[in-house]
Every structure is written in structure tokens, then in C-alpha cells.
């Protein structure tokens, strides 16, 4: 099973690793407000690693909205539909692990980072990561996610970080 959004393309695969992490997102909420100690620091830096942005999105996403999109997520899977912000989500986490290897290695190439992160890479996100004016990258694989899932950026921001939770992350 193959689902398209714009130039993103997601497996099955993909469908149950995002479930997971929004699985894994809610276990460490849920531990929290049990009054358990804040997650180790190599919890939340495994997580970061394997979903870089994460920390922002549970930062901002409630608890709610974590087992929801876990749940739409295997409805999808086995559906075979795609809500527009599994795409923008998927795209998000893979698009700044791109960037963050473009920052480690500016000579990286794109068919290398293609292959490793996503077909949907293009020149014009590479250029933008290596600009030497680049300094944050999430504006940056914001408006990349929103060209190619042809999105107004200001809706999947929206979409992956909500900010509408206001309380110190697990």
C-alpha cells in the first residue's frame, strides 16, 4: 500500500512507525502526570533522534490529541486513506533529519538524501537548509512541507504543532 499526499508518499510501514511514536508520546505524558519523575534524558533523546521535532509536538499537542492520532493512524492504515497532517507529520520529522545531516555535511548530495530521508526532497530545500543566512530549520521544513503537500504553511504548522498545551513536557 502506497498513500500520496502532493509529492509525499507513505507506506504502511510509515502509517505504524507514526503510531508508535504518538503511542510512545502519550506513555511518557501519561507517566508524568502520574507524578513519575520526568522521562531520562536518553528517553526523550532517542525519540528526538529517531523524530526530530518531537519534543515540540509534545510540548504542544494534549494528551487527547496523542491517542486520537495514534488511533486515525491505524484506522489509515488499514482504511488505506490519509488525513492531510499524516503526510505533512511524516514529511516534517523526515525533512529535518535531512537538514540536520545537510548541517553535519554540507556536500551531502541530493540523491544521497533522497535515498536516506524521502523522494520529496528537492534542490530548493537543500539550498534553503545550506544558505548561509539559515539558521533555524523548522521555518525552513515548514515551508518545504507546505509546497510539497501544496498546503498554506501557516495551516501545517498548525497541524504539527498546535500549541495548545501550555504545561512542561515528561
Known sequence: MSL??????????????????????????RAHARGMEPAPRGVLRELSSAYPGVLAELDSIESDELEARARALDVAREAGTLEPWMAEVFAFHRALKAALALKRDPALDLSALRERYG?????????????????????????AVAR???T????????????????PRP
Open 119 to 143: 523522494s520529496f526532497l528537492d534542490a530548493r530545500f537543500v539550498a534553503a537548509v545550506t544558505a548561509k543566512d539559515a539558521r533555524r530549520m523548522v521555518p525552513v521544513v515548514l515551508d
Open 152 to 167: 498554506d504553511v501557516a495551516e501545517v504548522a498548525l497541524r504539527i504543532l498546535p500549541r495548545r498545551r501550555n504545561r
Open 4 to 29: 500520496r499526499r502532493g509529492a509525499i508518499g507513505l507506506e504502511a510501514a510509515h502509517l505504524d512507525d507514526l503510531s508508535d511514536k504518538y503511542r510512545r508520546m502519550q506513555r511518557l505524558r
Open 148 to 150: 510539497w503537500t501544496e
